[in-house]
């Protein structure tokens, strides 16, 4: 079984509409991460996580929130999803700030 | 100014040749470099990380890093077809509180390596 895993792999959904992504994993590391992939624009770090009761704003946060429900478990929500929020969604994990590992990844088109 | 800038590519090179993949940073604070490699539609792997000046040596690929000139590169020696990818560099923060251990992502160099 894969050690990160994200729910759903592809979701198409309408303007304003409220949408959850899902990521777990069993590798037992502290740190959670979600990040947005857009083409020609790298990995930009929208919402990380040090524990359950941490959780910072990265370079992108605005129209989106999240939710560390478990040490294993992290979510990025979209309250009203809008068409520039298209992209590949991401969640990473890592062990005390030491390399990151990345999960499969959740192709998001809002229409 | 982005603070991590890769060479736009794409890059095109020769089967068994070597490709030189390069990338600048603006934190002189960090001190630790990644590289990741990303398959069309696939999540970036971790392929090499360096934290000295020098090179890392790990098979076909070899990591250099000069913190004085704040320059990371990556060669990959006898390229092959199947390290056609993106390959992302990443410089982690050293900052205190709350933003120890972020990632910074340059935007990628596509690497194509023909037969």
């Known amino acids: 079984d894969a050690d990160v895993t994200q729910t759903p792999r592809n979701r198409i959904t309408k303007t304003g509409k409220r949408i959850m992504l899902e990521c777990s994993q069993t590798?037992?590391?502290?740190?959670m991460y979600w990040y947005r992939q857009d083409p020609g624009l790298g990995l930009r770090l929208i919402y990380y996580s040090f524990d359950v009761k941490d959780i910072n704003k990265g370079e992108i946060s605005d129209g989106y929130s999240v939710s560390r429900q478990a040490q294993a478990k992290f979510s990025l929500s979209l309250e009203s999803a809008i068409p520039n929020q298209t992209a590949l969604y991401f969640c990473a994990t890592s062990e005390s700030g030491w390399s990151q590992y990345f999960g499969p990844g959740t192709r998001l088109t809002v229409t | 100014q982005k603070e991590v800038e890769q060479n736009s590519g794409p890059l095109s090179v020769p089967e068994g040749a070597i490709a030189s993949l390069n990338c600048t940073y603006s934190d002189r604070g960090s001190q630790s470099f990644f590289w990741y490699r990303q398959y069309s539609g696939k999540s970036p792997e971790l392929i090499m990380s360096?934290?000295?000046?020098g090179d890392k040596e790990d098979g076909r690929f070899t990591a250099q890093l000069n913190k004085a000139s704040q320059y990371v590169s990556l060669l990959i020696r006898d390229s092959q077809p199947s390290d056609s990818a993106t390959y992302l560099c990443a410089s982690r923060s050293q900052a205190g509180g709350t933003s120890y251990g972020k990632l910074t992502f340059g935007q990628g160099t596509i690497l194509t390596v023909h037969p």
């Open positions: 590798k037992g590391h502290d740190r």
């Open positions: 360096i934290y000295s000046n």
